[in-house]
């Protein structure tokens, strides 16, 4: 069970990740119509409009992580928030579609959705990581079918420039969530590298780009499936596009039933890679299931259901995995690679959504991204089963200065990092139990001044 301590830090940092989310994805369903107001509009612009934040993202991603690896985390991830505030600010008093592409772009400036991923795992324990990860990817689901449901409304009554303030609005509110997580310190036995070699390290491990290339396609093909699915539940499903909200929501809601069993069974019984395979396994079926059953209202709509339910024991998982394979002290640098790779494939994913369209053979869409998938599914067979490590909760002791007390414990064969929240006087101590031996608990019994079963 998620101690109180880990319960407030997922709800504030699932927050964030929400309202930055909510922000973002209030736009896409209503700017192509609302930006052909603005002054030199054209459909390529409109385009850009939209994707320039994503494209800012994508790039800024991996120098704001390899900066977190360094220094405190949180004021970047204020840092962050502030930028995608202001650049809502800037869209929201532009006259022109110039104003708006500078907007967005600086939004996406804000590029931290890795360093809030590696906070989320700072304040976990190792043995709730996933579900506090699973959390966070629920709260990013929400926030998407809530977004394109409330766009459209919000648009009617206050304009698409007022929508433009409602995200600025929305990431001075996540700003203050930051508040309930709790102050950090990170002690690990130092590396001392350059950014460039702290980061060609990460890039060369297979595993780690295994996962980099998970997230891609998973995201490729759910955006791709959000451009691609609308049309075909409004021709066979007869639903008209302001009431998709209301099949995605209940979708996503039974998807919860089946995707937290799953993130249990991979944590507590080490099956992460079978569950793993299993789920993209799900989306495969379920594209399967569209291909042959696209006409029928209750055939889409399963496959929809076996898609979603597979993309979040997907999102959960991929972020733990992560967590678990990236060198300790290069945590956030890999998530920023793993973050940039999620923006990239959205993009790519849009780019084939929009051909799949063109093609005016469903079946034959619908074929191409379970290709998409397969070729997926073979390249992850190469993954080996990640290192699954322990924490313990000790309070801080009193007589003792804490950073002579954490290097005593780094010295402990076993012993991979320390987190210390001062305030709280706790400390989570991440242990690797099949390096502990008699002598590392003897010397753990003596610092911790008690008696430790591992």
Known sequence: MMNALERRSTFALSSIFAL??????MIIPVFSVAGQSYQYATPTLIGLAVGVYGLTQAILQIPFSLIADRYSRKPLVVLGLLLFALGGAIAAMSETIYGVIIGRAI??????????????????????????????????????????????????????????WVTTIMGLAAIAMLLLVPKVTRHHRNFQQGYLPQLKQVLKMGDLNRLHLSVFTLHLLLTAMFIYAPPQLIEYAGLPLSSHGWVYLPLLVLSLFFAF???ILAEKYRKMRSIFLTAIGGIILGLIVMIFGFESKYILLIGL??????????????????????????????????ASSQFLGAFFGGMIGGQLLLLNNTAMGWSILTAVAIIWLLMSFGLAQPRYLSSMVFRLPEAKQTDEWTSQLLAIHGIEEVVVMSEQQVAYIKVDKQQIDDAARQQLTHLLGKEVAI
């Open 20 to 25: 930055r989310m909510l922000g973002l994805f």
């Open 107 to 164: 939004a996406g400036g804000g590029a931290v959705s890795a360093v809030v991923m590696a906070l989320l795992a700072d304040v976990t324990r190792e043995e709730q990581r996933t579900k506090a990860m699973a959390m966070m990817g629920m709260s990013i689901g929400l926030s998407f079918v809530i977004a394109f449901s409330a766009g459209p409304w919000l648009t009617g009554l206050v304009g698409i420039s007022g929508l433009f």
């Open 261 to 263: 069993p799953s993130i």
């Open 305 to 338: 259901g076996l898609f979603f339910i597979a993309f979040n024991v997907m999102e959960a998982l991929l972020p733990s995995w992560l967590s678990k394979a990236a060198p300790i002290q290069s945590k956030a640098t890999a998530m920023g690679v793993n």
